[in-house]
C-alpha cells in the first residue's frame, strides 16, 4: 500500500524559512515524479513543485521561484520542500504527490499519491 506523510509545517513568521518532508512507502519511487501542491481556504488546490524521477529535473510555479527548493534523497523515496523568505500568501495546507510517471507534471489530475497534508501559516 503506498502512504505519503508529510511533516514539518508549522507557524513562521514571514521572512522566515521551513523545510517540509515527505516519506513514500509501499513501492520503489525511483521512478516516481513527485510534487508538492498547497491548498489555501476557499481556494483550489495549485501547483507548487515537481521533481522528476532521477531528481535532475524540476518546475516551479511562478509564485514561488527563487524562494523554494524541491530535492529528493539519496534512496529517492524521500521529497523535501525548503521554503525561504515565506509571506503570508504561502499560507496552506502542503501536500505531497507521487506519480509512476516521467516528466514534471503539474496538474493535480495527473498524481496518483497524496498524503495527508501538513499546514503552513506565514504570520504578518
Known amino acids: 500500500q503506498v502512504q505519503l506523510v508529510e511533516s514539518g509545517g508549522g507557524l513562521v513568521q514571514a521572512g522566515g524559512s521551513l523545510r517540509l518532508s515527505c516519506a513514500a512507502s509501499?513501492?520503489?519511487?525511483?521512478?516516481?515524479?513527485m510534487g508538492w501542491f498547497r491548498q489555501a481556504p476557499g481556494k483550489e488546490r495549485e501547483f507548487v513543485a515537481a521533481?522528476?524521477?532521477?531528481?535532475?529535473?524540476?518546475r516551479y510555479a511562478d509564485s514561488v521561484k527563487g524562494r523554494f527548493t524541491i530535492s529528493k534523497g539519496n534512496a529517492k523515496n524521500t521529497v523535501y520542500l525548503q521554503m525561504s523568505s515565506l509571506k503570508p500568501a504561502d499560507t496552506a495546507v502542503y501536500y505531497c504527490?507521487?506519480?509512476?510517471?516521467?516528466?514534471?507534471?503539474?496538474?493535480?489530475?495527473?498524481?496518483?499519491?497524496w498524503g495527508q497534508g501538513t499546514q503552513v501559516t506565514v504570520s504578518s
Open positions: 504527490a507521487a506519480v509512476d510517471l516521467k516528466g514534471l507534471p503539474t496538474l493535480p489530475d495527473e498524481y496518483g499519491y
Open positions: 509501499g513501492r520503489t519511487f525511483s521512478n516516481y515524479a
Open positions: 521533481i522528476n524521477d532521477m531528481g535532475g529535473s524540476t
